[in-house]
């Protein structure tokens, strides 16, 4: 293995240069659990973990190591273990509102070529979900692929596939399926040695299935997948990178229950570019496309020129980001606030034993 095999580039390289001064090697995770990483040297695998330098100046979680993340690291071959000091700068990576109350980032996957949108046509396939995906991946500087699987157990199959295509236009949709290997050729042909590719989507789609069958063997656990609802149990827990011939590298990522968008509210995917494209025509510019007098979108909505589905979605991804962006700029002020009164009370304690020496 060398660190091209993993995806090193001479952008990589031109960004590590600072780090090599000091001398750090560079290396990629190629798993992540909790504070503790696997990484990659292009010579061996070996334990990570984050110093303490790096713990302290780090703000959030999005700014710690993720898999496929490249890292600067003090590495000592004889222990097999590594101090991770920086990270180096990202090229690419797929992130999320995290799930619950807090309104934080959560990087999913990191410097990334490809990203296969995984669902099932059991009873997995929610196209309303795709376009959310295809909203929160545009302007990423990474390629979508859909990828509609357990196409044998869907007799509609074939109508499914093209009615998706319809709706995401500018994304690749293949349908596949593990079982027969229908079309698994066509999904190796969005893959290639040294590039990174990622495989998200909820839990039961099949993407554990989907590498293995990429592999032509097992190298991700998998479970069964209950009949009633085609969800399956959390197989994946962690994100975890391998290593597949002629496909390059593989990330897989635990089942999705929700997708909240982080830094986008859909505008620039090109699924809802028709909903623009009426919006230059409204007569107001700042139009919410609701109840105002000539509104086009609302217009062309009445008479079937735009698909209902990205309509629905186009508001909900707005109303959602807005939302998000209100909770950020809160939390921003809040951590503002805080920074001030500790600043605050550090100047109040200066002035005091200033004033105390000079009482002397």
């Not at 060398?2 to 090599?20: A, I, Y």
């Not at 996957?109 to 490809?114: E, F, K, R, V």
């Not at 951590?335 to 500790?342: D, H, S, Y």
């Amino acid at each position: 293995m060398t660190l091209e095999q993993l995806g090193w580039n001479s952008r990589f390289e031109e960004d590590f240069e600072p780090f090599r001064k000091d001398g750090l090697n560079p290396a990629r995770v190629i798993a992540e659990h909790r504070e503790r990483y696997i990484l990659h040297t292009g010579e061996a695998e070996i334990a990570g973990e984050v110093s303490g330098k790096f713990m302290f100046t780090a703000q959030t979680p999005s700014e710690y190591p993720k898999t496929g993340d490249w890292v600067a690291a003090s590495v000592f071959p004889e222990e097999s273990k590594a101090i991770i000091h920086s990270l180096v700068p990202r090229h690419t990576y797929f992130s999320r509102k995290a799930a619950g109350a807090k309104t934080v980032e959560q990087v999913m996957a990191a410097n990334i070529d490809n990203i296969f949108i995984v669902q099932g046509l059991d009873n997995n396939y929610n196209p309303m979900r795709l376009l959310r995906y295809a909203a929160s991946i545009e302007g990423t500087g990474i390629s979508p692929v859909v990828v509609l699987n357990k196409s044998d157990l869907n007799p509609d199959a074939v109508q499914i596939l093209e009615k998706t295509k319809e709706l995401l236009r500018a994304i690749p949709v293949i349908g596949i399926s593990t079982i027969t290997g229908n079309h698994i050729d066509e999904l190796k042909s969005f893959m290639r040695d040294g590039m990174t590719s990622v495989f998200v989507g909820s839990s039961g789609a099949g993407k554990s299935t989907i590498i293995n069958s990429l592999a032509g063997k097992q190298v991700a656990e998998t479970h069964e997948v209950r009949e009633d609802d085609s969800r399956g149990r959390h197989t994946t827990v962690a994100r975890q990178l391998y290593f597949i011939d002629n496909c390059g590298m593989v990330i897989d990522t635990p089942g999705i229950r929700e997708l909240q968008l982080w830094d986008d509210d859909g505008k620039s995917a090109p699924e809802f570019d028709i909903v623009l494209k009426y919006a230059q025509n409204c007569r107001f510019k700042d139009c919410l496309h609701e109840n105002e007098p000539g509104c086009a979108v609302k217009e062309a909505a009445d008479k079937g020129l735009i698909p209902p589905e990205i309509l629905k979605s186009y508001f909900k991804l707005k109303k959602e980001m807005e939302y998000t962006r209100s909770k950020i700029d809160e939390a921003a002020a809040l951590e503002r606030k805080q920074k001030e009164k500790k600043f605050g009370k550090y100047v109040k304690n200066v002035l005091k034993d200033i004033k105390e020496v000079k009482g002397r």
